[in-house]
């Protein structure tokens, strides 16, 4: 029976949970595509993004549009950069910090947020199981 935690060909992910006013849906779409070239550009292995679909929780535990504080006009979009291990997670990084037009892309994002907010990200190693 397979659990999930076999291989490690996406053995590290970075993840990001942006809180964006709903009119910049489109726009945010648009800029995560150029976001997700940009990363697999530079090394990750794919992006995946997704935008929250339910606040519900189950009883006993908090929905994440709660914890983060979205409000009904507001959408929350995670994106998720795969990579090999952490030192080619740092390899991209750098790269793209390198890059000329990585700088307008992350500008462009910031301003698509909802004002006040900080974009939450945490990077992850597969558990060893």
Do not use: C
Not at 22 to 28: R, S, T
Not at 37 to 45: R, T
Not at 57 to 73: C, E
């Amino acid at each position: 029976m397979k659990t999930g935690f076999e291989g490690n060909e996406r053995g590290y992910v970075q993840l990001f949970v942006y809180r964006i006013p709903k009119e910049n849906h489109d726009a945010m779409r648009r800029l995560l595509g150029e976001i997700a070239d940009l990363v697999k550009k530079h090394g990750a292995l794919d992006s995946d993004f997704f935008q929250l679909h339910s606040t519900e929780a189950f009883q006993g535990f908090v929905s994440i549009a709660g914890t983060i504080s979205a409000v009904p006009d507001e959408e929350l979009w995670l994106e998720m950069d795969y990579y090999r291990e952490r030192s080619l997670r740092d390899q991209a990084m750098a790269k793209i910090g390198k890059d000329d037009g990585a700088g307008t892309l992350f500008r462009q994002l910031r301003g698509l947020v909802s004002p006040g907010y900080s974009i939450v990200m945490g990077e992850f190693e597969r558990a060893k199981m």
